[in-house]
């Protein structure tokens, strides 16, 4: 185990994401999800070939323990996925974003309650933090439902993003579970392949001809998607899931600047309010592992003979 690493890997995942979605949301009018997911998914499949054959595992790295596990992180996986890219054509893109931010935050309370990883008092208080300011950002969104305001379509996006982060908190933690008996290469080549496959089927809904410019985009955002796959799996190899989770805040940033110099999304001082509070919480909790880092490294030369 290794926290601070975990960390850098879950920050190197959001930033590839973050670009990945954002390309996927200029060819959302006309690319349905479905395709999306197929170009991202198939496109990761070379990247993570050329890993293994950098890491010398092209021999070891396909081999797999429980064909059933993989078939299963990578349906909810694709799942979650499905919905995200759904989500960004009928909502900006850093309120996608932030409802996103319900995915980490259920990871730290699933962790808990079924992989028995012990969340003290001092990252409880900075996920706490964290969720003040998703609700600070999302609460322009608590009346979906209530009035003529706002319309059906970004209601329905607000209802499908948040099923994508219940399924992605899901992956997650079954992510955590594999690398206990799973290869990180087969836990990401595995993924890729079944979420390529599953994609398929969703021909029937509706695929289009993409023009050379979205043709372009998609494949950019299967690449940087299988970059932050392997990066992600890696994080959850090194630390808790508790512990890399709330680093999806990060993603705001990122999420907020591109919006507005990209897609014009200006953001108001609520969302930037919000926005505030949850990398605060972010790096409350790099600040914490940094001096739990310290004292353990302090206790271990303490016990060392000396002489």
Known sequence: MNPIKGILFKLGAVAMFIVMASLIKVTAPHVPA????????????????????????????????????HFWRGAVGTAAMGCMFASLGLLPLPEVTAIGYAAPLLVVVLAAMFLGEEVRAFRLFAVGLGLLGVIIVLEPRLTLFSGSSVQTTQALGAVIALMGALFASIAQIHVRRMVQFEQTSAIVFFFSLTSTLLSLLTIPFGWVMPTGQEAALLITAGLLGGMGQIFLTSAYRFAD??????????????????????????PTQQMLLGAGLVVFAGVLIIWREHRLGLERRRARKSMTPQG
């Open 241 to 266: 899931a508790s512990v890399v989770a709330p680093f999806d805040y990060a993603s705001m940033l990122a999420a907020i600047g591109i919006g507005y110099f990209v897609f014009h999304e200006v």
């Open 34 to 69: 479905g395709e999306a997911v197929f170009f991202r998914s198939a496109l990761a499949i070379p990247i993570i070939v050329g890993w293994l054959w950098m890491r010398g595992d092209l021999k070891t790295g396909f081999q797999v323990k429980s064909p059933m596990a």
